[in-house]
């Protein structure tokens, strides 16, 4: 037998003996990114209602056009099945495409760029395995000159800057975990902040709240003084968060999609991670808008025993004579941010809209909400929002007929 023969058998039976750990090593990464990819909510941005899943074409309303989102599955022609790790790496942590095309920050990579090069290697062997889709890519349809990409050079100049996630050795690694997912892939800061007339979310005022462009939903202050999440329990949190649902209220609109898509998925200790970091931000009285709006004792008084009489016959029978709710089913609405909220939108929104409570896993026959809008005029609804916003403990301001006509053009 000749040495080199033997080699030959060796090196065979060496590939042999590591070949199945390499599988059990690769299916465990792309676990892993699927997780991750969740948590990012990749998903929801990058498929079209109906359309394949990563396969792109839903339409990101901002204030200055629409952004389609790419097709993202390893297609090699419409999707990014010929882009690298480092390619996939540089668009996630610098909103670079190859070519040195420019990315709109309606994808969220100001909040992705703080994802670990491991994890966004991770999400790539992930979307490596997903079904390849040959749906073509939809123009973005902005107005000019923000359609000029070039431009966004100086966006990313003045409001942009590559990051890296620093933990705070101070911290138990739970809050540290907690940090890094807010911060980075969950992206939280994308609708939890206020922006700035060119879209940047405003980093002084990180989770002060937002209306969310285009939408007119109100994501609220994760760190108020007032209204923030001081005085949820963890577990409060991490029940909202997970299933949609807590002791304090019921998620919907926007928050809602985000339950289903991205945070259901959470590991309770990932959960839990969170709800012990958003309680640690530092408490922030609430900045004062033009938003903020003086309604007269006389009206307010008047408007409170109408709303009394319209929730006694429209909304007691599900809410509660004193807004208690019925616990796992009906929100209540004492004692409820939702509700009471500096910016009515989202209150005066559901009265008109209705809703539907997100079906998860823990959660899998929701309840919902009826829709009001083609029922009261705008009094009445101004009326009923007023009533709960102001009743049982609740201190919310009054809410002007005025103001429901501006989410009632948004319908
Ligand atoms: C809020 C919506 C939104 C979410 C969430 C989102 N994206 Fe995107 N993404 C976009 C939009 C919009 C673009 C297109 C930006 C542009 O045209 O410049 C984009 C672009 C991309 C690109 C560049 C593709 C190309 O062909 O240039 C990649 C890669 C990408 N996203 C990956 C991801 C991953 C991975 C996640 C989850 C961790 C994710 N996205 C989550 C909206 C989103
Ligand atoms: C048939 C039962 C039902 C009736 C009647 C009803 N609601 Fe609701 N309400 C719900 C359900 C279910 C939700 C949760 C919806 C969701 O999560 O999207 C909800 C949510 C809400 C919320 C958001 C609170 C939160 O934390 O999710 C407000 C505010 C609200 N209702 C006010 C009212 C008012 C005011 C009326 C009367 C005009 C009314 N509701 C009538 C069932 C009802
Ligand atoms: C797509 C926009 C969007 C994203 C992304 C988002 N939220 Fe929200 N969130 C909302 C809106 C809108 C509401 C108000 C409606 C409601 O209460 O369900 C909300 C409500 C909440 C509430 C309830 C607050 C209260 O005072 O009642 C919590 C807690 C929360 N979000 C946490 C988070 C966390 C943590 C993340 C990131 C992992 C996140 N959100 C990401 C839009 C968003």
Redesign the pocket.
């Given at each position: 037998m000749s040495p080199r023969w033997l080699r030959g058998i060796f090196a065979l039976l060496l590939v042999a003996a590591l070949a199945p750990v390499h599988a059990a090593d690769d299916a465990a990464l792309v676990a892993k990114g699927e997780y991750l990819a969740r948590i990012g909510d990749c998903v929801s941005c990058h498929t079209a209602r109906g359309g394949e899943p990563f396969a792109g074409g839903r339409g990101i309303p901002t204030p200055f056009g629409t952004v389609y989102a790419p097709n993202i599955t390893p297609d090699r022609t419409h999707g990014i099945g010929a882009w690298s790790a480092d390619d996939f790496w540089r668009a996630l942590h610098e909103g670079v495409a190859p070519g040195g095309v420019l990315l709109y920050p309606a994808f969220p990579y100001t909040s992705y760029t703080y994802v670990t090069r491991e994890d966004a290697d991770a999400i790539y062997a992930y979307l490596r395995t997903v079904q390849p889709a040959s749906h073509k890519n939809r123009e973005n349809d902005l107005r000019f000159p923000y359609s000029v990409r070039a431009l966004l050079l100086g966006w990313q100049g003045l409001y942009f800057k590559p990051a890296t996630f620093a933990p705070d050795p101070r911290r138990s690694p739970a809050w540290n975990r907690g940090a890094y997912l807010v911060q980075g892939l969950g992206h939280c800061a994308a609708c939890h902040s206020p922006r700035n007339a060119m879209g940047a979310t405003d980093a002084e005022n990180r989770y002060a709240g937002g209306l969310i462009p285009e939408q007119d939903w109100y994501a609220p202050s994760l760190n108020s003084a007032e209204a923030g999440l001081g005085t949820w329990s963890e577990d409060e949190i991490a029940a909202l968060l997970k299933t949609?649902?807590s002791a304090r209220?019921?998620?919907?609109g926007p928050m809602?999609e985000v339950v289903f898509h991205s945070l259901q998925y959470l590991t309770d200790a990932d959960a839990h991670a969170i709800a012990t970091y958003l309680k640690s931000l530092p408490q922030q009285p609430e900045p004062r808008s033009a938003r903020d709006v003086y309604v007269s004792r006389s009206l307010a008084a008047r408007l409170t025993t109408r709303g009394a009489e319209?929730?006694r016959k429209?909304?007691a029978?599900?809410?509660g004579d004193r807004g208690e709710g019925v616990a796992g089913?009906?929100?209540p609405?004492a004692n409820?941010q939702?509700?009471t909220a500096r910016v009515p939108a989202?209150?005066i929104r559901?009265?008109m809209q209705g809703?539907?409570?997100?079906a998860t896993a823990a959660n899998p026959r929701p309840?919902?909400?009826?829709s009001?809008a083609d029922r009261m005029s705008d009094d009445d609804v101004a009326a009923?929002?007023t009533y709960?916003r102001a009743s049982w403990g609740n201190k919310g301001r009054a809410v002007l007929p005025d103001e429901i006509k501006l989410y009632r053009s948004g319908e």
């Open positions: 949609g649902r209220g019921a998620t919907f809602s319209i929730y429209e909304c029978g599900c809410h089913i009906y929100p609405l409820n939702a509700v989202n209150p559901i009265v809703g539907f409570q997100v309840y919902s909400m009826p009001f009923v929002v709960i």
